[in-house]
């Protein structure tokens, strides 16, 4: 108990951090883009470190995508029946 905590994964920017001193790449950050399929992880996580990101539609994304539209259509629905 009292111990201290240390996060470790997306999206918290240690990880992504680490990733970029692994790679040891001399690339300024805004070349680098983040490519993922989760809002929550990936691509916040590319925020916190200042990278750029772009959400694809598949995985996750894609589950998530799906099910609002689901939802939409039966409100849709429902404002029209009744």
Same mark, same amino acid.
């Given at each position: 108990?009292g111990? *201290? @905590? @240390?996060? $470790?994964? *997306?999206?918290? $920017? +240690?990880?992504?951090?680490?990733?970029?001193n #692994? /790679? =040891?790449?001399?690339? *300024? !950050? *805004? !070349?680098?883009?983040?490519? &993922?399929? #989760?809002? +929550? #992880?990936?691509?916040l996580?590319a925020?916190n470190?200042g990278?750029? $990101? =772009? /959400?694809v539609?598949t &995985?996750? =994304?894609?589950?998530?995508? !799906?099910? $609002?539209?689901?939802?939409?259509?039966l409100?849709? /629905?429902k404002?029209h029946l009744?």
């Open positions: 108990m111990g *201290k @905590v @240390v996060y $470790s994964g *997306k999206p918290h $920017s +240690e990880i992504f951090q680490a990733v970029l #692994t /790679l =040891a790449l001399n690339v *300024k !950050k *805004k !070349k680098i883009l983040m490519i &993922g399929d #989760t809002l +929550e #992880t990936d691509i996580g925020n470190i990278i750029d $990101s =772009a /959400l539609l &995985g996750n =994304a894609f589950r998530i995508a !799906k099910a $609002s539209m689901f939802m939409i259509k409100i849709y /629905l404002m009744n």
